[in-house]
């Protein structure tokens, strides 16, 4: 049996059409793709002005304290004054006191008085910590607040492809990264100081005395007060 050639013919072109057709959407996929990723960059690169902060992280110290009803013993002061030091405890840091059961008294007034050495006191409410003290033991738990600074800069975007010039992501990286550094404590990070009261009367005093008190003239040593007076008169010229 003889295939007809017209039928034979059509079978081809319908072939053809079907190969043009996957083809024709491959490369529309790969055009696609290819306009998406290079338009991504541009477009990421207006979250330029994302949120960048430092972050202000906890952390707890703690020093097991013995105690005697008489105090604390030397070897106890030498323990708190050497973990103190160890720590570097200054400005910022926070001390707080954990006593265990039947702790006494006049050890935890000794430890007040040694860290008011330090030039801290106790904080008036304990932590809330996982282990509790033994029995007539006590935890010094110092309490300190560092600073962890945003992971800036960085290189995952292309800003060569910025068409729309949009900030860049490195935009303000060194500003907060010296703030996180410079900050005396950190908790103002999270939290400013409250205002002091305003004092009208100071201010007014300091301009008082500016307007009414009589201008003082600082003289060099060694100068006398008529030639620093006269010198520039210029009555003096080999006349």
């Not at 541009?42 to 949120?51: K, N, V």
């Not at 103190?84 to 039947?102: N, S």
């Not at 009208?200 to 620093?228: D, F, M, N, Y």
Request: charged share 20%; aromatic share 4%; proline share 8%.
């Amino acid at each position: 049996m003889r295939e007809d050639p017209d039928n034979r013919n059509h079978h081809a072109a319908g072939g053809r059409r079907s190969v043009f057709r996957a083809v024709a959407g491959v490369l529309l996929i790969v055009l696609v793709g290819a306009c998406a990723h290079g338009a991504s960059p541009s477009a990421s690169m207006r979250t330029g002005d994302r949120a960048m902060r430092n972050e202000v992280r906890l952390v707890r110290l703690v020093q097991q304290v013995g105690g005697e009803e008489k105090g604390l013993s030397s070897e106890e002061r030498r323990q708190v004054t050497a973990f103190l030091d160890r720590i570097g405890f200054g400005y910022g840091d926070e001390a707080a006191f954990v006593a265990g059961q039947d702790y006494p008294a006049a050890a935890r007034a000794d430890l007040a008085r040694l860290l008011r050495a330090f030039g801290a006191r106790l904080a008036a409410d304990a932590p809330e910590l996982a282990d509790i003290p033994p029995p007539g033991q006590a935890f010094l738990v110092v309490e300190r607040h560092l600073v962890i600074p945003p992971r800036c800069p960085d290189r995952m975007l292309d800003a060569t492809r910025n068409y729309g010039n949009a900030p860049s992501p490195q935009f303000g990286c060194a500003n907060l990264v010296n703030l996180g550094q410079m900050v005396a404590d950190p908790q103002h990070l999270l939290a400013g100081v409250p205002a002091a009261p305003n004092d009208p009367g100071k201010a007014a005093a300091a301009i008082r005395a500016w307007r009414e008190s009589p201008p003082v003239i600082l003289v060099p040593s060694g100068t006398s007060q008529e030639s620093s007076s006269g010198g520039g008169s210029g009555d003096s010229g080999g006349r």
